[in-house]
């Protein structure tokens, strides 16, 4: 999905799908159950902005800036957190 936002078309992804030193905000939680829980305990919620930072040698899990902590998510995870990224 793609929508305009001033002069920067905004892009909704999953967070899995951020590139690496790329910033964005978090549009919804598409988890339930324990899952969602952490992550809203973690501080993901809609608006928070999260950096992705690195990826693990094996790919699989990714490491992201949240609210001044590293946290990581495995692709599983992360494909479940949906942002607004307004790419190149």
Do not use: W
Not at 1 to 30: N, R
């Amino acid at each position: 999905m793609e929508y305009k936002q001033g002069d920067c078309p905004t892009k909704i992804i999953s967070l899995h799908d951020l590139p690496v030193g790329k910033l964005a905000t978090v549009s919804s939680i598409q988890a339930a159950g324990l899952t969602r829980r952490r992550m809203l305990d973690l501080g993901l919620v809609p608006g928070t902005r999260v950096k992705a930072l690195r990826i693990s040698p094996a790919g699989d899990p990714k490491a992201y800036r949240i609210r001044g902590a590293v946290i990581a998510f495995r692709k599983e995870e992360a494909q479940q957190i949906l942002i607004n990224y307004k790419g190149e």
